[in-house]
């Protein structure tokens, strides 16, 4: 089992910046690779970014590339989303998850199995 604590959403006026931090527990070495999801009301869970743990690559989706940044601290298993330049198409619920071991299509929620409970983050423009 692996657990999953989100932390630093919260409301930003267009332009700001939020990092988001995403504390995990239990059998982490078990999992390859961390994600950050999001889903806005009446939308579609969507990928945002993700990070291996082993050699750090990075993976972004298009609309938050040269904006957001994901990086971890290994000895801390914390992995976390730095957002900048915010834009109010980027509110929604985010999500961290944990992958399964080995799964490599980072982009697809149907590699992770464990998921935070989510934090909200609000765009105003």
Do not use: H
């Not at 071991?101 to 409970?117: D, E, I, M, R």
């Amino acid at each position: 089992q692996v657990q999953l604590v989100e932390s630093g959403g919260g409301l930003v006026q267009a332009g700001g910046s939020l990092r988001l931090s995403c504390a995990a527990s239990g059998r982490t070495f078990s999992s390859s690779a961390m994600g950050w999801f999001r889903q806005a009301p009446g939308k579609e869970r969507e990928f945002v970014a993700a990070i291996r743990w082993g050699n750090g690559m990075t993976y972004y989706a298009d609309s938050v590339k040269g904006r957001f940044t994901i990086s971890r601290d290994n000895a801390k298993n914390t992995v976390f989303l730095q957002m900048n330049s915010l834009k109010p198409e980027d509110t929604a619920v985010y999500y961290c998850a944990a992958s399964r071991p080995g799964w490599t299509a980072y982009g697809s929620a149907l590699g992770y199995n464990y998921w935070g409970q989510g934090t909200q983050v609000i765009v105003s423009s």
